[in-house]
């Protein structure tokens, strides 16, 4: 090729990057003063975050209500176990899933977990007991789950899992309390996620050595802000449930995340918290991004686990696992795994609105056995080819999968086409259903 040709060459590829470079630096300054613009510098950050707590403890405060009746012998009750055959993270769900229920029909949630494939001991190796006053399972009158006219007067109802679940109430995920969703849609940009975060702080209370073992590694890892939280879920879940995503598909977002940060703030270290079931993935992290700093439980938990109550250490991996996720400032992962999830439901529990504090490599939040998920168009579309679908204000679309491109896949449920549209065109649908109100909690 001639030395024209070479330089030609070269100039339409710098001029490519140096454009894409331009545009992307213009992006992230709009993007970043519109955020800045819309959060913190109206002040109310404060208020957000004194609101949410407030809400979690009118929560917390009718669960222990609900959970501790003052006769068992008469009380109603819910009975779940854990023997769900499927991970930490599925088996939890199961058990948030279970409170939801007994919260909505005024029920104590009886938890069997003896032999627990986590700890034959059950659940009250490493969480606290989910009542003082009622564990035992006995009734006058028992069911499985039905009808509200088949098991209304019945004392002992007992719950399928989700899948199997017949009739489906209105309250199951993702709706929330109709008597708190006012408040919450108010100050949270997610009100089912934080609901559903609720459920788990109250089943996820630590015992006393597990809540010293999490201070110790949390001193033990240097874990501080700002850090990052990283999940990379592998081994069996790879080619089954979700695709191989590499380390730098993940870097990508922390350092966007960093760079973002970076604009407002100092940052002498970039710190990332690494959670993932692939142990050879933490040395590749550190020889590729030697400017990052990785810290992972995966390098203690081995010898954390010794001479303790867990029946294998891989309770406390993942204990452990989640914890540090949910403390970080910004979680990337794959929503696809039930790991990830929970650490953003409990992300919502320990700080003001952080609903927008993840980047998920492939699906949108969801809670395994959610009702429909709908969003509402807030402007008209037209379709411009036919793999698109038309949107009228106030359209309610039944959300496939977000493609992180700016498009979002869904069905109308008004047309019922289906196919790609702006996903800034629409907003979350928030689900609201009549739940009890627990006014004896208050007193
Ligand atoms: P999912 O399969 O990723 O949706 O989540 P599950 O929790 O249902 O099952 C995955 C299981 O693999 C977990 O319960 C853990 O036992 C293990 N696991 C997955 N990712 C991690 C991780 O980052 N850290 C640790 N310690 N364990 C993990």
């Known amino acids: ?33 519109a955020e800045e613009t819309l959060r913190n510098i109206d002040g109310n950050d404060e208020w957000r975050l004194k609101e949410l707590q407030d809400l979690g403890d009118l929560v917390f405060k009718r669960l222990d209500y609900l959970q501790n009746p003052k006769d068992c012998s008469t009380a109603k009750k819910i009975v779940c176990n854990l023997h769900k055959g499927c991970g930490y993270g599925c088996q939890l769900h199961h058990v948030t899933y279970c409170l939801i229920v007994a919260y909505a029909t005024q029920r104590t949630l009886i938890l069997e977990s003896k032999g627990w494939r986590y700890a034959s001991q059950g659940w009250e190796t490493v969480y606290l007991p989910l009542s003082n006053t009622c564990t035992d399972r006995s009734g006058s009158s028992i069911k499985h789950w039905g009808a509200p006219s088949v098991i209304e007067n019945i004392q ?34 997610d009100p089912s996620v934080w609901w559903i975060g609720q459920m788990v702080r109250y089943l996820t209370r630590p015992q006393p050595e ?19 939280g990283v999940h990379v879920r592998r081994t069996d879940k790879v080619g089954v449930e979700a695709a191989f995503h590499s380390i730098d598909e993940y870097m990508i977002h922390v350092q966007e995340y960093f760079d973002k940060r970076e604009m407002i703030e100092p940052i002498s270290q970039r710190r990332v918290y690494l959670a993932t079931d692939e142990p050879s993935l933490l040395t590749e992290a550190r020889e590729k991004y030697p400017t990052y700093i990785f810290i992972s439980d995966n390098e203690i938990s081995k010898s954390a686990a ?10 406390r991996g993942v204990i452990v696992d989640i914890h540090f996720l949910s403390l970080s400032d910004y979680l990337v992962c794959t929503f696809s795994s039930q790991v990830c999830r929970v650490a953003y439901e409990v992300m919502q529990t320990l700080r003001s609105d952080a609903a927008n504090n993840f980047y998920s ?22 379709a411009k080819h ?3 679908i038309d949107l009228e204000v106030g359209d309610l679309v039944g959300i496939a999968g977000n493609h992180w491109d700016g498009y979002s896949k869904g069905a109308n449920r008004r047309s019922g086409r289906s196919g790609l549209y702006p996903s800034y065109k629409v907003e979350n649908k928030v689900m609201v259903a009549e739940m009890p109100t627990y006014p004896e909690a208050d007193k």
């Open 1 to 33: 090729p001639s030395l024209n040709h070479e330089r030609s060459r070269r100039k339409v590829e710098n001029t490519n990057r140096e454009f894409w470079y331009f545009i992307k630096s213009e992006l992230n300054k709009l993007k970043q003063l």
């Open 156 to 189: 002992v109802v007992e719950l399928p899992i989700v899948d199997s679940m017949n009739p489906r109430p209105l309250f199951m995920p993702l709706s929330v309390p109709a008597d708190l969703a006012e408040r919450l849609s108010r100050v949270h940009g």
């Open 210 to 228: 597990l809540a010293d073992d999490l201070k110790r590694t949390k001193h033990r890892l240097e874990f501080k802000s700002p850090i990052v």
């Open 306 to 315: 010794l001479g303790t109550r867990y029946t294998d250490a891989s309770l």
């Open 361 to 382: 490599l492939d699906d949108v939040y969801y809670f395994g056995g959610q009702n429909a998920h709908n969003m509402v168009a807030l402007e008209n579309y037209k």
């Open 386 to 388: 036919s793999k698109e």
